[in-house]
């Protein structure tokens, strides 16, 4: 396994101006910039709480000393009392970057998210005076992920998909899922911290983890590269021959276990490197060939009809083992 970071765009930092962190983040935020929603302040009349509305200004920023992030947050405010669920009633919303609420005295909970990381700070209007902005701290950071086979072959981007899970491990033995099934060249808003990777091409066996450590105020673009090579199975009466139709396949690793099966002339899959027996079942006969996968060379593999022909009895003790 290994994974190679970009050059000198591998971490960048993304918060440079009030909208770099927007164009940072298109795979979530969209692809036309949200207006900000300063303009449309949302009135809080809680029945519960009275007094003159005061206005409540809210700034979001990556780390503690970047610059304000102008799009892609979600603001909500809160009420601090349960309702009859035991849930924290939502008193309003706003999307874009900062933002502002007409809020009456009285204690809030204000939430900002930023992708998968957010922040939370329990404010108070005074009845008296003003409220100073209120400025929150995300400590979030950013990763995009892509995968090459071998030292540098393309992985078409629908063939890939990754996972991102917890660095840590819980008592089970299994680690929390963060975000599932994320598509290469997908920026991923995260926390600041380390993250465990699973990169899966194809679906056999070509599974690849890493360890990835996310910076705040940076986006960390990362490569995995997998040691596998996609496949297409042929049974074919010649070399170079047209493939068989109504062919069945097993493929047995080098100690004997199935790790796929399918039905058709030429099936394509993805093998991690290694040793392989292809056995190819057709017209109540069974043929076989041992090959063996190389990183990053993908290939045909042909069984043929001649030369290749194994008794049931063999075969079938064979891909039962």
Partial sequence: MAITFAGAGAERTFAEDASDAFKSFPSISGTRKMPKLTSFNTLITDPTQGGELKDVKLEALLTENGPAVESGLTWRVFSPIPDSDGKLPLLATSEGGSTGFNLVPGEYF?????????????????????????VLVLDAGGVMLNAVSGSDVRIPPNELSFSIYSSDVKDDGERALIVADVKPKTVVRLSAGTYHIVSDYGSVNAVIRADIQVEAGKLTEATIQHRAAKLTLKLVAEPGGEAIADTAWSILTSSGDVVSESVGAFPTLVLAEGSYTAVARNKDKIYQRDFTVRAGANTDVEVLLHGNEASNETANAEAQD
Avoid: C, H, W, Y
């Fill in 110 to 134: 204000v939430n900002v998210a930023f992708g998968r990381a957010g922040a939370t700070r329990k404010i108070r209007v005074p009845e008296d005076g003003r409220l100073d902005k209120q």
